[in-house]
């Protein structure tokens, strides 16, 4: 099928909500790293990580739950052939202001821009606890050049993964919300007649 002006206005309106979630995500993320800053070091990261990924990722998963359900759905009545890597696709679309931004980080532990770590952090708050558990230092120079590369780089896998995640449980039509609240009910013996 090939990309019609419709196709790429529905990925460019997808990409754009993603990144809109994506930083709503990080507003929420630093709110709770702040609040928890007792826990932001040491053995307190244990707790913090599992907690700050899982309110930065509250509205990206919704995000891209719809974007599947809602390509499901098309699917369905034959207007589109459902893709199940999209959710990859418009995550690393949404992720390239931040890809930039890790570029920068690089560029930085060259020498060619101010240790801006702390700023780094902010502007990445959803993995402040992973860059944390990377290196906790505040000074890019104590950071080696793996621990500099994995930072810049490969943290910005986990906001893809959640996206894709998400976009497959809505193009499956799987409500994790629903399967919390909601028991299937046993189909009991049938009366006689």
């Not at 998963?61 to 809602?70: L, P």
């Not at 369905?76 to 893709?83: A, E, S």
């Amino acid at each position: 099928m090939k990309p019609t002006n419709e196709n790429r206005t529905d990925l460019k309106k997808a990409v754009l909500s993603l990144l809109w979630s994506h930083c709503g995500g990080i507003i929420v993320a630093l709110i709770f790293c702040v609040g928890m800053s007792p826990l932001m070091f040491g053995n307190g990261l244990w707790i913090s990580t599992p907690i700050v990924l899982l309110v930065y990722s509250l509205p990206v998963y919704r995000t891209m739950w719809e974007i599947g359900h809602a390509d499901l759905n098309r699917a369905n009545f034959g207007h589109i052939t459902l893709n199940r890597w999209r959710g990859v696709q418009i995550g690393l679309l949404a992720m390239i202001p931040f890809f930039l931004i890790g570029l920068f980080f690089l560029l930085s532990k060259a020498g060619l821009f101010p240790n801006f770590v702390v700023l780094y952090k902010f502007l990445n708050a959803e993995l402040w606890p992973v860059i944390n558990l990377i290196q906790i230092s505040m000074y890019l120079p104590d950071y080696n050049w793996l621990q500099t590369i994995a930072v810049a780089l490969l943290i910005h896998l986990i906001p893809v993964a959640v996206a894709e995640f998400a976009y497959q449980l809505g193009s499956r039509d799987f409500s994790i919300k629903q399967k919390l609240i909601y028991k299937e009910k046993k189909e009991g013996p049938k009366p006689r007649s």
